[in-house]
């Protein structure tokens, strides 16, 4: 394993992850970084990838998410009323601080970014190492490794067949 992948799985299991989870975090993160995966933190993600830009073909964008919705809250039956109210509370309070957003997973196809993969309702920086980066992270790559062998496979269609008997 990679000092680096080690060190990321070493991170990963100090914020509690299991063992199997922190490592499968650990090589999607190392993955990320090998195809220069990035994070847009605006709507409008500026920065279109273009070769030698620094940015890769792989990106998360951080959306701003206009609604939050706390009815989870009343589902908690070992919690009085009135502490339901105060975590309410203290939860909008939060919100109206580092405000509501989404993650959206992209990748490039050589005209546009197109989406992959996306989780919206996490306030401030909650999405950091929520699992969900993660899994977008991988979802996104999935999607472009595929996206990149679909080309590939249509590129070599319109070649004539070099192997064929003359």
Same mark, same amino acid.
């Given at each position: 394993m990679e000092s680096r992948t080690l060190k990321t799985y070493q991170a990963q299991r100090a914020l509690g992850w299991h063992a199997a989870q922190a490592l499968r975090n650990a090589r999607t993160l190392a993955a990320w970084d090998?195809? /220069?995966g990035w994070t847009a933190n605006c709507d409008d993600g500026t920065a279109p990838y273009e070769r030698g830009s620094g940015y890769g073909a792989v990106r998360l964008r951080i959306v701003s998410d206009d609604s939050y919705d706390d009815s989870y809250i009343d589902t908690w039956s070992d919690v009085?009323?009135?502490e339901r109210e105060r975590i309410r509370a203290d939860l909008w309070e939060r919100i109206a601080q580092d405000?509501?957003?989404?993650v959206v997973?992209?990748?490039w196809t050589g005209d546009a970014w197109e989406h992959? /993969?996306?989780c919206f309702g996490f306030i401030g920086d909650d999405w950091r190492n929520s699992g969900y980066d993660v899994d977008i992270m991988s979802a996104t790559m999935d999607a472009y490794v595929a996206h990149v062998m679909d080309y590939a496979s249509e590129?070599?269609?319109?070649?004539p067949d070099m192997y064929a008997a003359r």
């Open positions: 090998k195809l /220069d009085s009323e009135k405000g509501v957003c989404g997973g992209e990748y992959a /993969d996306s590129l070599e269609a319109t070649r």
